[in-house]
Antibody, heavy 115, light 112 residues
Framework: QVQLVESGGGVVQPGRSLRLSCTAS????????IHWVRQAPGKGLEWLAV????????YYADSVKGRFTISRDKSKNTLWLQMNSLRVDDTAVYYC????????WGQGTLVTVSS | DVVMTQSPLSLPVTLGQPASISCRSS???????????LNWFQQRPGQSPRRLIY???NRDSGVPDRFSGSGSGTDFTLRISRVEAEDVAVYYC?????????FGGGTRVEIK
């Protein structure tokens, strides 16, 4: 059974950094593209970034380009989202999702950027 | 970036009645490979999203056949033939034809 678990969320001050993790089980991690999507409180879904199945291609939304970076460790079935220069408007639930035959989503992790 | 515009924002529906959600894109979603990459996601209250439809009209496994997708180019529709209580959710279209991927703003389906 495909399962994705995000972790690493919390409260952080503006300008600081945070690294989110997405740990996968039940499928071959390196077979699927992995996306990050976020949802600000009471708002809609915003696509942020993707790492291709083989790790060769990354794309980012303009809102996070240059501040957020995706990386992964295939041996640990884990993908990370390094978030730098965080802003108040980065406050959201962050989801990772695998794109295989369908999209499988994690439960999300809440990031609150506040002074 | 491709802008995805959904309407209506909110859709009150009587149980057993049909519902229809529109999604328009600012550019054609026909990819150079000939496919049209338009997805529909459902997000029930308190839950993670779930994909219902891919490439305009293909239902994901386990999705009831009361859900259907149609459209072409820049104009797409999600239809629920007979709304059930479990369909109360926010529905999002998402284009996968151009980077960056982009979602519509969402349509909230509620029971009247």
């Amino acid at each position: 059974q495909v399962q994705l678990v995000e972790s690493g969320g919390g409260v952080v001050q503006p300008g600081r950094s945070l690294r989110l993790s997405c740990t996968a089980s039940g499928f071959i991690f390196s077979s699927y593209a992995i996306h990050w999507v976020r949802q600000a409180p009471g708002k809609g879904l915003e696509w942020l970034a993707v790492l291709s199945y083989d790790g060769s291609v990354e794309y980012y939304a303009d809102s996070v380009k240059g501040r957020f970076t995706i990386s992964r460790d295939k041996s640990k079935n884990t993908l990370w989202l390094q978030m730098n220069s965080l802003r108040v408007d980065d406050t959201a639930v962050y989801y990772c999702a695998s794109q295989g035959g369908t999209w499988h989503w994690g439960q999300g992790t809440l990031v609150t950027v506040s002074s | 970036d491709v802008v995805m515009t959904q309407s209506p924002l909110s859709l009150p529906v009587t149980l057993g009645q049909p519902a229809s959600i529109s999604c328009r894109s600012s550019q054609s979603l026909v990819h150079s490979d000939g496919n049209t990459y338009l997805n529909w996601f459902q997000q029930r209250p308190g839950q993670s999203p779930r994909r219902l439809i891919y490439k305009v009209s293909n239902r994901d496994s386990g999705v009831p056949d009361r859900f259907s997708g149609s459209g072409s180019g820049t104009d797409f529709t999600l239809r629920i033939s007979r709304v059930e209580a479990e369909d109360v959710a926010v529905y999002y279209c998402m284009q996968g034809a151009h980077w960056p991927l982009t979602f519509g703003g969402g349509t909230r389906v509620e029971i009247k």
